[in-house]
């Protein structure tokens, strides 16, 4: 296992060379994924592997552990989001190649003459894996299931009283019509 994550490696040279990389990364050197977070603060534990499956076909697998702070869109306050997750990546020299492989299959297009950079590969799975709406559960948000956001301020949902009820309100109008006439 290689300690230094490189800034590119040809991913078939890496693979005939079964290179392997682990480390901890700072959060920070995620710039995409540090805008998705309330905070940048903490580290990612990962583990890439460069291997041949088949003559002709190349897989990049990891795992990455961390624990990322988002924000609850209920609450809008941080949210502790615990991270696990393994990945599996079928190099393709095209998008012509990539539609060949099965649709369960993730690929990563790469230009022959050219590298791909790890720390974006990275980057790019921690992204994928982040919920596209995250909540607290209701007992550990900041707000009550009564309250909800609603732009900047918060606003409380009132229980109608039975003389508001909207059956009441047509009342009081035909009534109201009636007197009128």
Request: net charge negative; glycine share 4%.
């Amino acid at each position: 296992m290689s300690p230094r994550l490189p800034e590119s490696v040809d991913p078939w040279r890496s693979a005939d060379l079964q290179k392997r990389f682990s480390g901890q990364l700072a959060l920070s050197m995620f710039p995409r994924l540090a805008s998705s977070l309330t905070s940048a603060k903490g580290t990612v534990d990962y583990s890439l592997e460069f291997k041949r499956i088949t003559r002709r076909r190349v897989a990049i697998s990891g795992t990455l552990h961390s624990q990322l702070s988002i924000e609850c869109q209920r609450c809008m306050g941080p949210m502790p989001y615990p991270l696990d997750v393994s990945f599996e990546l079928i190099v393709t020299a095209g998008p012509e190649e990539a539609k060949l492989l099965s649709e369960a299959a993730d690929s990563l297009v790469v230009v022959e003459d050219e590298g791909v950079s790890p720390l974006e590969i990275l980057e790019d799975e921690l992204i994928l894996v982040l919920p596209l709406v995250a909540m607290h559960s209701e007992d550990e948000c900041e707000v009550g299931p009564e309250e909800m956001a609603v732009g900047d301020e918060i606003v409380v949902e009132q229980e109608a009283s039975e003389d508001e009820s909207p059956f009441a309100v047509l009342a009081q109008l035909k009534s109201d019509l009636k007197q009128t006439n």
